[in-house]
């Protein structure tokens, strides 16, 4: 019987450790690095300290983009935490033809997230069929500016980011819910609890580990939008860019020959504190509920 060579993990191991360093820890660190000086695309740059840093607090975009990513965040939380969990409850029931409904709400998940906000830009522009539809029905008597008014632009990416995310985290509630035990829902329903008691009593603390991760998933994503929000400004951000997120500020400012990439660098740094300040304390929460 031949022996495994002491090397044979690492040959299997090496493509995949090749591929986290060159794409992964390099750029991370290299973003660190870049973030304290005046780099540019076809230049090194010099080391400039803290005044990237300093920038940020004169740089009105920023404000901007920092409201509109965690108003993101605050919106989507609740309605892709809850919303999924309900659709999986009613979806988790063998009746006939459920896999039907099963397919169609996951459908909009593996479609391209450009191509899906290309069609919600052709139903809610000035001329599409939310507004033109709203204005035969005698609704409206003007179109509502639902790409070019900050907060309806900004929710419009919402409610599309809401409905591309439905299917999947649904998903992933189909799997827990099938750990919940049906003896306890059973033992609640001779107690005389109905199915909204149930669903707070039994089905909620049964999966809440689940919707940790769903709540962790959620946050990490809202703060990161870019597609939506990018294709139904056109690139733009929106008026004045005010309905930019900071993902599109920090592709703003690296772009193009003459690209801020020390200061973009900066605000990658910002997002990622950003980003991993609500996932601390989420994990917290949950230790305590434990």
């Keep these: 019987m ?3 060579r002491w090397f044979t993990p690492w040959l299997l191991l090496g493509p995949a450790l090749v591929w986290l360093l060159v794409f992964n820890l390099w750029p991370a660190i290299n973003t660190v690095v870049l973030a304290f000086t005046n780099a540019k695309p076809l230049g090194g ?5 803290l005044a990237n840093f300093e920038r940020m607090l004169n740089d009105d975009q920023l404000v901007y ?3 509109n990513s965690i108003v993101y965040m605050l919106v989507c939380l609740p309605l892709l935490l809850f919303l999924p969990l309900l ?3 009613l979806l988790e029931k063998k009746l006939p033809g459920i896999t039907f409904f099963r397919t169609a709400f996951y459908t909009p ?4 997230a450009v191509v899906v906000a290309l069609i919600w830009t052709w139903l809610l522009e000035d001329r599409g069929l939310v507004n033109g539809l709203a204005q035969q029905l005698g609704f409206l008597t003007e179109p509502l500016p639902f790409l070019s008014g900050r907060w309806l632009l900004l929710f419009s990416a919402i409610s599309l980011t809401v409905w591309k995310g439905l299917g999947y985290y649904m998903i992933i509630y189909l799997s827990a819910l099938g750990n ?3 003896q306890l829902h059973e033992a609640a329903a001779v107690d005389g609890a109905g199915p909204i008691r149930r669903f707070w009593s039994v089905t909620v603390p049964g999966v809440r580990t689940t919707m940790l991760l769903v709540s962790v998933l959620v946050t990490v994503s809202a703060l990161r939008v870019f597609t939506e929000l ?5 690139g733009t951000g929106g008026p004045g860019g005010r309905t930019m997120s900071l993902v599109m500020l920090i592709q703003m400012y690296s772009r193009g020959f003459t690209g801020h990439l020390g200061y973009a660098s900066a605000l990658s740094l910002v997002l990622f504190v950003i980003t991993v300040g609500p996932m601390l304390l989420l994990l917290r929460l949950n230790r305590k509920a434990a």
Aim: proline share 0%; net charge positive.
């Design 2 to 4: 031949k022996t495994q």
């Design 45 to 49: 740059g010099n080391f400039t300290g």
């Design 65 to 67: 983009a920092l409201v």
């Design 87 to 89: 659709l999986a409850v």
């Design 109 to 112: 998940v593996i479609a391209s």
């Design 180 to 182: 919940v035990s049906r």
């Design 230 to 234: 990018f294709v139904l400004t056109n």
